[in-house]
T-cell receptor, first 113, second 112 residues
């Protein structure tokens, strides 16, 4: 029973062509996170939502945007993907910040041609 | 800034042996320390976690120890099996935030 679902699992886009990645959760968790993970590296936090409050990391490029229309869904928009944006994108959720555990989805592997 | 160092970066063991992965954190206010296992092409999966009011926690073949004074914590896997082969990440909470900082990962290979 998947709790954090990411779609699609694999996404191919062209250089400069906007792309949207989707995350949904069945846990009713308050917090949702987006991470970028490049090969053999640790996940890097891009931003997170505590309910509707958006929190951007200082070094997240402007090229990356996010939307959370409701508790269950969160989207990652990459406005003009570059070759350097090819990575695994991971969504995670937690019930109430670090009073509880972060649960990760399976990730979306983004390829930029 | 906050930092988590993780060692070793790769670890190879024979099936049945034990494996130990160590992490050191910099922020004395960190109070939550999860360990994640990531298999190829998949998202990280929580395998065990510990909070700062506890020194050790066990779950079957997996244990985590925490030394707050020295600011380090370790993952211990006993009786390793080939299916334990994966990349393991430690993480530490960042004070006054809902965020984690991750270690650089350890690739564990268990040979039959």
């Amino acid at each position: 029973d998947a709790m954090v679902i990411q779609n699609p699992r694999y996404q191919v886009t062209q250089f400069g062509k906007p792309v949207t990645l989707s995350c949904s959760q069945t846990l009713n968790h308050n917090v949702m996170y987006w991470y970028q993970q490049k090969s053999s590296q640790a996940p890097k936090l891009l931003f997170h939502y505590y309910d509707k409050d958006f929190n951007n990391e200082a070094d997240t490029p402007d090229n990356f945007q996010s939307r959370r229309p409701n508790t269950s869904f969160c989207f990652l928009d990459i406005r003009s993907p570059g070759l350097g944006d090819a990575a695994m994108y991971l969504c995670a959720t937690s019930r109430a910040g670090l009073r509880d555990t972060q649960y990760f989805g399976p990730g979306t592997r983004l390829t930029v041609l | 800034g906050e930092n988590v160092e993780q060692h070793p970066s790769t670890l190879s063991v024979q099936e049945g042996d034990s494996a130990v992965i160590k992490c050191t954190y910099s922020d004395s206010a960190s109070n939550y320390f999860p360990w994640y296992k990531q298999e190829l092409g998949k998202g990280p999966q929580l395998i065990i976690d510990i909070r700062s009011n506890v020194g050790e926690k066990k779950d079957q073949r997996i244990a985590v120890t925490l030394n707050k004074t020295a600011k380090h914590f370790s993952l211990h896997i006993t009786e390793t099996q080939p299916e334990d082969s994966a990349v393991y990440f430690c993480a530490a909470s960042i004070r006054d935030t809902d965020k984690l900082i991750f270690g650089t990962g350890t690739r564990l290979q268990v040979f039959p």
